[in-house]
């Protein structure tokens, strides 16, 4: 194995490389290795200045986060820039690919920093539930001044290395293809105008307004609702405009410690983990995705003009189908308006919206412009009689070898599939709406889909910037199906004397974007209506049944896109108002029921409400749609609102204890023992002593 850090002349230049693929983390083996190399450089009387690069294709990753909780290694990596800023000969941080984190914490420590253009440059910490804790709250205000460095850290967004020179982050830019040479030159430079050492901790305390502390301050209470990581790391900052910089480190370590002690950290960390071993799947393994190219969309409605914007904007060619040419014209000017969006965003600008719609959009109305698509998406009305029909369609133009999905949301796709003759090359791509800007992507695989095929949706979903998730089949997959289960757990709260607003209240403190029914005002109330009569059939004789809900559709009251459903929406707006109407319709149900009505706490609500969600995703675990606990968690923390930094429902239960989830449910089954019944699974690891984490492991 060859080491980690390799140290090397090229004439008077030490070139230092960090070689720790894929991403050169800053390992123990990393940060001793680069802490070596400074002392050596120090000591060599051969050598003037000292060029620091990384191996393969990017400068530094970050920290290594297998790392967090277990014990420090020296050299701590504040130890190892601290060697670095000190050193007493200049050195050079040559960037290219990321620097993130701790990799542009070591950047900031050197003396010079040259970068290639396209580099991108950020302190991702708050969204592990940290801070920057090896000087980056420190130094990156010191560079390029409070506001501008609260901005980087605050959103942990990355910028871009032309935008890191304007602000003096960078000194140099280099457009050329390897870094090295570039960064060599540089160093050759440096030389010549005789070395001269520029330590960034002995630049000037920033300044910072009053007034410009408590802007960021107001900001990050409402855009981090919850969350402490962001509000530590403001205070870290401003530690910087009143501290030297040795007393500004040992602040920042102070509150990076204390960070690594909440459980956000914890929770945030099991997030970024299980978002990366959701696309690890066994029977993928050694299975090759097929090339798609050319992309068509069956349905120009909100979703399938959402599902085109999202191939568009990611390179793909696509062609879109609507029942007539009127249609199709009313699909390009929803997909024209979606770009629009984009460029205002800075997502993209006019001249490539313009490519976009000259050369990679078409919109028709024959099924036949659809002969040479790799990958046919069916995004029509939730019917399985017109999905049916669409997949018979389909099978008679679509070329052999392409595949063949379905949008839906909750239908059965085994049934969708045996219309065609080639049932193995059909699946589901449940996307999220807006589909362009949803990240969750529901693979569902059916009975006889083949691993090619899946291989390649998840190949697709990279491509389009969306974290797949694997699912089977049964009603509503993975999300759909929990979404019925806890949002049934709400309504029978409403039903015994909870109101709709306190519902949403409690749960939007307990850090979930939006309530359910604010949610169910945002997506419809037709489509809940939809829903609820489509699995009427079903409906078991104790089921206890939301008839407001039904009544409210009824009234014609949709939610936002009539200006009421829960909530009032006056002159258009967004923001929902609270109508003594509907809690008068709702208390008429509660007398037709005989019920009387009772108070509920907001502990209680959040109680049975993650309660009724992780029980019903123990079953989905346990039926083997999920594949694992934290596929669950990926699907709800994206999309379905779920407060990231609690990591998810099977993590908030671990973190509580199984016991007590199934205690909860005994408690509640006292009441009503047809709904809450323990899934088999949840016993059993209780029984065990076990967590979901475990199930994690295995697989």
């Given at each position: 194995m060859s080491e980690p850090v390799s140290y090397e002349h090229d004439q008077r230049i030490v070139v230092i490389t960090i070689n720790n693929p894929p991403v050169n983390a800053l390992s123990r083996h990393v940060r001793g290795?680069?802490?070596?190399?400074?002392?050596?450089?120090?000591?060599?009387?051969?050598?003037?200045?000292?060029?620091?690069?990384?191996?393969?294709?990017?400068?530094?990753?970050?920290?290594?986060?297998?790392?967090?909780?277990?014990?420090?290694?020296?050299?701590?990596?504040?130890?190892?820039?601290?060697?670095?800023?000190?050193?007493?000969?200049?050195?050079?941080?040559?960037?290219?690919?990321?620097?993130?984190?701790?990799?542009?914490?070591?950047?900031?420590?050197?003396?010079?920093?040259?970068?290639?253009?396209?580099?991108?440059?950020?302190?991702?910490?708050?969204?592990?539930?940290?801070?920057?804790?090896?000087?980056?709250?420190?130094?990156?205000?010191?560079?390029?001044?409070?506001?501008?460095?609260?901005?980087?850290?605050?959103?942990?967004?990355?910028?871009?290395?032309?935008?890191?020179?304007?602000?003096?982050?960078?000194?140099?830019?280099?457009?050329?293809?390897?870094?090295?040479?570039?960064?060599?030159?540089?160093?050759?430079?440096?030389?010549?105008?005789?070395?001269?050492?520029?330590?960034?901790?002995?630049?000037?305390?920033?300044?910072?307004?009053?007034?410009?502390?408590?802007?960021?301050?107001?900001?990050?209470?409402?855009?981090?609702?919850?969350?402490?990581?962001?509000?530590?790391?403001?205070?870290?900052?401003?530690?910087?405009?009143r501290m030297d910089i040795g007393d500004g480190l040992v602040e920042e370590r102070r509150l990076f410690q204390a960070l690594m002690d909440t459980p956000q950290r914890a929770s945030l960390i099991h997030a970024f983990f299980a978002e990366r071993r959701v696309s690890k799947l066994p029977e993928l393994r050694d299975i090759k995705a097929q090339p798609i190219a050319h992309i068509g969309v069956i349905g120009g409605g909100t979703m399938g003009a959402g599902i085109a914007t999202s191939a568009v904007l990611n390179g793909f060619v696509v062609t879109l189908v609507e029942r007539d040419q009127a249609s199709a014209d009313k699909a390009r000017n929803t997909i024209a308006g979606n770009l629009a969006a984009g460029i205002k965003r800075g997502k993209l600008n006019d001249a490539q919206r313009d490519q976009i719609l000259e050369h990679q959009l078409s919109t028709v109305s024959e099924y036949e412009a659809l002969q040479d698509a790799d990958l046919i998406i069916e995004a029509v009305f939730e019917s399985m009689e017109v999905k049916k029909a669409v997949f018979e369609a389909l099978d008679r133009v679509a070329k052999l070898g392409a595949i063949l999905a379905t949008n839906t949301s909750y239908l059965n796709i085994d049934e969708i599939a045996a219309m065609t003759k080639r049932p193995e090359a059909v699946l589901g791509l449940h996307f999220f709406s807006p589909a362009h800007v949803m990240k969750l992507l529901e693979v569902v695989v059916a009975d006889k889909t083949s691993p090619e095929v899946v291989s390649t949706a998840f190949s697709l979903a990279k491509r389009l910037g969306k974290i797949a998730v694997r699912s089977g089949v049964c009603d509503g997959f993975i999300g759909n199906r929990m979404l019925v289960h806890y949002r049934a757990a709400a309504d029978h709260m409403v039903l015994d004397g909870a109101s709709p607003y306190q519902i949403d209240k409690a749960l939007k403190a307990y850090g979930f974007a939006m309530g359910p029914y604010a949610v169910g005002d945002l997506a419809g109330l037709d489509i809940g209506y939809a829903t609820r009569q489509r699995k009427a059939p079903d409906r078991h004789p104790r089921d206890r049944y939301p008839a407001w809900a039904d009544e409210l559709y009824h009234l014609g009251r949709l939610g936002q896109k009539t200006g009421k459903g829960y909530y009032l929406y006056p002159e258009g707006s967004r923001q929902g108002v609270e109508d003594p109407e509907v809690d008068a319709l709702i208390e008429q149900t509660r007398k037709s029921l005989g019920i009387e009505r009772r108070t509920f706490t907001d502990e209680e609500i959040v109680r049975r409400y993650i309660t009724a969600m992780v029980n019903e995703a123990a079953r989905i675990v346990d039926e083997g749609i999920a594949l694992r606990p934290s596929d669950i968690d990926v699907v709800l923390l994206s999309g379905y609102g779920f407060p990231r930094w609690r990591g998810g429902p099977m993590h908030v239960a671990d973190q509580l204890g199984l016991d007590t989830i199934l205690a909860n449910i005994m408690e509640f089954a006292e009441e009503d023992d047809h709904f809450w019944q323990p899934a088999p699974l949840l016993k059993t690891l209780v029984d065990q002593k076990r967590k979901f984490a475990s199930l994690d492991l295995s697989t």
């Open positions: 290795g680069l802490f070596d190399a400074i002392q050596q450089f120090n000591a060599d009387d051969a050598a003037d200045v000292a060029v620091i690069v990384g191996g393969g294709r990017l400068f530094i990753g970050g920290a290594d986060i297998s790392e967090f909780g277990k014990p420090l290694v020296s050299p701590s990596l504040p130890e190892v820039i601290s060697a670095i800023e000190r050193c007493e000969k200049p050195v050079v941080a040559a960037i290219h690919g990321t620097a993130l984190g701790g990799g542009l914490e070591v950047a900031m420590g050197a003396h010079y920093r040259i970068a290639q253009t396209d580099t991108k440059l950020g302190l991702p910490e708050v969204k592990l539930g940290l801070l920057p804790g090896a000087g980056g709250t420190q130094r990156l205000p010191r560079l390029i001044g409070v506001d501008q460095a609260l901005s980087m850290i605050s959103s942990g967004a990355p910028i871009v290395a032309t935008r890191a020179l304007e602000l003096g982050l960078v000194d140099r830019v280099e457009s050329g293809p390897d870094i090295r040479p570039a960064a060599v030159a540089f160093a050759q430079e440096i030389q010549a105008q005789g070395g001269a050492i520029r330590r960034t901790g002995e630049l000037p305390r920033p300044e910072a307004s009053a007034e410009l502390i408590q802007q960021w301050r107001t900001r990050l209470e409402k855009s981090a609702r919850g969350e402490v990581a962001a509000l530590s790391a403001m205070a870290s900052v401003e530690a910087a405009t």
